[in-house]
């Protein structure tokens, strides 16, 4: 069975949460900022043929992708930071188990522990067997 986390324990993956979630609040601004200068010279009238346009639009939709994953990841933080404050941080949330230290520190914004976790990516990933 695992261990209930202590203070210690707790703060310094708090601290590893924050310290990520600044970092990606960074990105984010720097990926935007990015964004916005090409669409600007894009705007601006660049001569394009259709090959630069199409590369153009796979880079902007492989921007938007890295944009959606930072910001779904700042989501995971901010609702793992909410179980902190709660008290309810480092308890699964399938089986009520406590999660694994080295676990939590490996992905803190886990919600379930390595066994529910495989049992949920079974179930709703399709399993080991592909299915056409």
């Known amino acids: 069975m695992n261990d209930r986390l ?6 310094q993956l708090k ?4 310290d990520r979630y600044t970092k990606l609040w960074h990105d984010i601004g720097t ?21 630069d346009r199409s590369f153009a639009d796979l880079i902007s939709d492989l921007n938007v992708s890295m944009l959606d994953k ?3 990841e700042t989501r995971d933080i901010n609702d793992a930071l909410i179980r902190v404050n709660k008290g ?4 699964c ?5 406590f999660i694994d230290f080295d676990r939590l520190l490996a ?11 495989q049992a ?3 179930t709703h990933a399709g399993g080991d067997h592909y299915r056409l």
């Open 70 to 72: 930072h910001v779904q």
């Open 31 to 51: 990926e935007l900022g990015e964004s916005v200068r090409e669409h600007f010279l894009r705007v601006a009238g660049e001569a394009q043929d259709i090959e």
């Open 93 to 97: 949330e399938d089986c009520g188990q």
């Open 88 to 91: 309810t941080y480092g308890i």
């Open 6 to 11: 202590d203070d210690s324990q707790t703060r």
């Open 15 to 18: 601290r590893l949460l924050d």
């Open 107 to 117: 992905y803190p914004t886990a919600t379930r522990c390595v066994r529910c976790q």
């Open 120 to 122: 949920h990516e079974k």
